[in-house]
């Protein structure tokens, strides 16, 4: 699981995870450059157990962050 941050004062978006987190968030963005290079345009979405998903924390892992937690994220492939 990753936790996805915003922090909006200082207009950054950090992605925190573990090696096999990191690993399988690796691979759905391979998967999605290789269709995209193969013409299909996809897309995926990501969702924290609040949003009836188990892709994204709930909470974030650093406690003295002030950046919301996002809830949900979609990837999407552009065409090469």
């Not at 999605?32 to 345009?41: I, K, P, V």
Request: aromatic content about 4%; glycine content about 8%.
């Amino acid at each position: 699981m990753i936790a996805v941050e915003f922090d909006e004062m200082a207009c950054v978006v950090t992605v925190h995870g573990r090696p096999a987190a990191l690993r399988a968030l690796a691979q759905r963005l391979e998967r999605l450059a290789d269709q995209a290079e193969g013409g299909q345009l996809g897309h995926e979405h990501l969702y924290s157990e609040e949003w009836a998903g188990f892709d994204l924390a709930t909470v974030s892992p650093d406690p003295g962050s002030r950046a919301t937690i996002v809830h949900h994220m979609k990837l999407s492939a552009l065409p090469a």
